[in-house]
């Protein structure tokens, strides 16, 4: 990447409002993101960075000046998976040499990898507050660390109202940047025009406004908020756009030294009225990225588009029937699973790879976590995210949502869960990227459980029917890897910071009713495809053909005890 995204700020939220720098490198090793900080640390504006090497314009590295990038590959990024912060120096805006602690976060994100650098000045002093810059499109102040106007704000405390306009990208790519510009040029008056003598109007983020006041009761703000909300709606009218974004808010008040912990409340306040913000008993939170906010879906609700990218996603609605049907023991394992991934009542939990919900319904996972806590269900195939919408719904459990999303691609923020959980999924993705994901949104304590294949016990004639893709595999010098062995798996969980509490392994085995069944799940499952995943395209196409001609022809004259598919599959539960 070597232009700095127009909605950069909004593409790494996290990153915006610390007070400390923080950038974001692409797989080379170049500029992506700064934050405000910075940009202000560095003495360069973030589309002035954007491509560049980031040990040309960062000036950071280790104390002995190893060169930038093997530093990257042999320190920074061990550092991160196991959680860790390593030393290091820059020379920040001025000349001035710093030492400093870089964290670095890791992310995926469709097809390229990203590091998100996080710079924490060890010893850091107080920097003097800069006036906010006024916003061209509202003309509002910006309400951003280390302004005066924050500065005051935060020194005497107050009240304040967070607006959130839903939606905004959605106006930009269906009419284009001047009409978003427009929306929010139009509601940033709306606010000005309410304003009471004292407060201050403000633009807060990429589609969020404020209003912050001396003081006011919860009623008072409330109906503030909604005089605020009625002018806007109507000025949004008055632009012209026919689908113009809703607006939602949430209110806070503070006092000294709170008003960044006003600005979080104001917007869990905000989420939870958009229902994108689960709280749950526990004091563990599910709370949303922007993406999941606009997939999130209650029982029952409204089907969206399969994720994109995943394996998975053309998983018909019968295909988890199926594999219920088809394990011996199914239902038993999915609640012995539950058991041992022992999810707290009223704790938050974000479920991975649900297909119609083997785990979370027959295993009684949404039982166990009950009405007082919160359980986020995702999977990529829209398909068999209905039927478990349905089924939530038919069973009365409010407390259960649904997002249609890969598990590399969680759109869950960062260290807000109390347990992730998954079975059976790992080997349809990038297993590290899958279990990254899946650690990424624990909060510090929050438990990770997972079942997953890690051997396929080869009998002759399943080897016999897949003859053709072991060939292709043998042929590049490559071995049958779809399933991470134990050992490779629970080192991969230990590297990224997870301590391992419990595994239990079992052998189990699975048996097809005819050849058809057999060759359909082949299909939806794409399982040649992830065998041959590293040869040529037009290599694997030849080779689901070949696999199923000879799985008709193998088919037909085994015996039935020779068409059982065993395999064996290990629980991990450990804690962050």
Known sequence: MRDQPDDAAESWPVLQPLSFPAAVLDDEGRIVYLNPRAEAFWGIRAPEAAGRPAAEVLRIGPRDGCPFPEWIRSEVIPAALRGASIPART?????AVHLVEVRALPETRGDRRYAQLIVREAGARPHAPRPAARDPLTGLPRLGQATAEHDAWNARGGALILFDLEALREVNALYGAPAGDEVLAAAGQALAAEAPPGGLAARAGADELALLLASATEGTLEALAERVVDRAARALQAVGVPAGPRIHYGVAAFGPDQLGTAL???????????????RARSGGSIRLTREG????????????????GAFASGFS?????????????????ARDFVALADPRPGSAVVEVGAGTGRITFDGGLAERVGREGQLLVTDPSSAQMDVARRRAADMGLDWVRFVCAPVEALPVEPGTADLCLGALFLHFTEPLDAL??????LRPGGRLAICAAVAWLWTPTWRAMYGPALDVL????????????????????RDLGITIDRAEETVDRMVFPSVEIGIQVLRQTKFVALMLRKVPPEERRGAEEAVEARMREVWGRAQPDELVFPGTMVSIVGHR
Not at 264 to 278: K, S, V
Not at 474 to 493: K, N, Q, T, W
Request: proline share 4%; charged share 30%.
């Open 264 to 278: 979080r409340q104001a917007a869990d306040a905000l989420y939870r009225r958009r229902g994108a913000l689960f």
């Open 317 to 333: 609605g019968e295909f988890d029937g199926f594999f219920r049907q088809a394990y011996a023991r199914s239902v038993e394992q």
């Open 436 to 441: 990254r994901a899946m650690v990424r949104v």
């Open 91 to 95: 020379v920040a805006r001025g000349g």
């Open 293 to 308: 906010r606009a997939a999130v879906q209650e029982p029952g609700g409204e089907s969206k588009a399969a994720a994109p």
């Open 474 to 493: 043998r042929s590049h010098g490559l071995a049958f890897d779809v399933f991470l062995p134990r050992d490779g798996l629970e080192r991969i969980i």
